[in-house]
């Protein structure tokens, strides 16, 4: 089992920054971490995505530049994953999820929806223009 809890969403506005974080416990040793958002009417979205060493990360175009993705694992059944918004836009608008999933070799393997089986409850980001 694994337990994701983001934290960090609230107000922001355009050309701002803000970190979100998820607190990941239970069996996430080796597991790929990744960040999704769904906005209102539309499809859940990969954003960012993070082996477990930190070695290999990877973006969408959208956020590609202004986003950065890390994580901290504490121990093997610990870890917490940043996601560092800078330069938000309106269009980041959305609830942004915390996502578990199996561990990859290939960077684009991780942008796939079905490579991860945990998600959190999401956190609201609103970018006000």
């Known amino acids: 089992q694994v337990q994701l809890v983001e934290s960090g969403g609230g107000l922001v506005q355009a050309g701002g920054s803000r970190k979100l974080s998820c607190a990941a416990s239970g069996r996430i040793s080796s597991r790929t971490m990744g960040w999704f958002r769904q906005a209102p009417g539309k499809e859940r979205e990969f954003v960012a995505a993070i082996s477990w060493s930190g070695s290999i990360t990877y973006y969408s175009e959208s956020v590609k530049g202004r986003f950065t993705i890390s994580r901290d694992n504490a121990k093997s059944t610990e870890s917490t994953v940043y996601l560092q918004m800078d330069s938000l836009k309106p269009e980041d608008t959305a609830v942004y999820f915390c996502?578990?999933?199996?561990?990859?070799?290939?960077?684009?393997?991780?942008?796939?929806?079905?490579?991860?089986?945990?998600w959190g409850q999401g956190t609201q980001i609103t970018v006000s223009s």
């Open positions: 996502a578990a999933g199996a561990a990859v070799v290939r960077a684009q393997a991780m942008g796939a929806t079905s490579l991860y089986d945990y």
